[in-house]
């Protein structure tokens, strides 16, 4: 809706494609005629743009999003769409190493690190997301606050700081 409002002249569709509680190895090992097979329902459909948020790859090191997200990129740039990646959102501390909720600035884990540095050197769009989930603390917003299960998955609030990330690319 925000994208529409943005550009009224521009055709857009969203499509989405989402599989909860997997990781993109899983998502690229779908055989043919999956549900989920990354072949059919992303690159045929030859999107223009493709936007992309992988929480449950957090646990990755940088070795790992180099060489998964390359491949992702190379497919993605054959069929010659564009992609901007969203950084994750915060999760529950305990599973991103935190030991407090406040002066959480940045995100410590090197999978959001890795993605940066992944975008800047490859000349792929990044909405950090992340980064804006760091400064929640600093406006007296525990970041839980924004789960609708008190681990992992936003709220309505908490998915519009994905729009906000998305759209601050398009300013």
Do not use: C, Q
């Given at each position: 809706a925000r994208l529409r409002r943005a550009f009224p002249k521009a055709d857009i569709e969203l499509y989405?494609?989402?599989?909860?509680?997997?990781?993109?190895?899983?998502?690229?090992a779908e055989p043919p005629g999956a549900e989920h097979n990354f072949n059919e329902k992303?690159?045929?459909?030859?999107?223009?743009?493709?936007?992309?948020?992988?929480?449950?790859?957090?646990?990755?090191?940088?070795?790992?999003?180099?060489?998964?997200?390359?491949r992702i990129l190379a497919d993605f740039r054959r069929i010659g769409?564009?992609?901007?990646?969203?950084?994750?959102?915060?999760?529950?501390p305990e599973?991103?190493?935190?030991?407090?909720?406040?002066?959480?600035?940045?995100?410590p884990r090197e999978y959001v690190r890795a993605i940066r540095r992944f975008a800047e050197r490859e000349g792929v769009g990044l909405a950090d997301a992340s980064r804006r989930w760091g400064q929640l603390w600093r406006q007296g917003i525990p970041y839980m606050t924004l789960m609708l299960n008190a681990i992992n998955h936003p709220d309505e609030r908490g998915m519009a700081i994905f729009a906000d990330s998305l759209m601050a690319l398009f300013a």
């Open positions: 989405s494609e989402a599989w909860g509680g997997r990781d993109t190895a899983t998502y690229l992303v690159l045929a459909v030859r999107p223009d743009l493709i936007v992309s948020e992988f929480v449950n790859d957090g646990g990755m090191n940088a070795a790992a999003v180099d060489e998964r997200y390359g769409a564009e992609w901007i990646i969203l950084t994750p959102h915060y999760v529950m599973w991103m190493g935190l030991t407090r909720v406040k002066e959480i600035d940045e995100d």
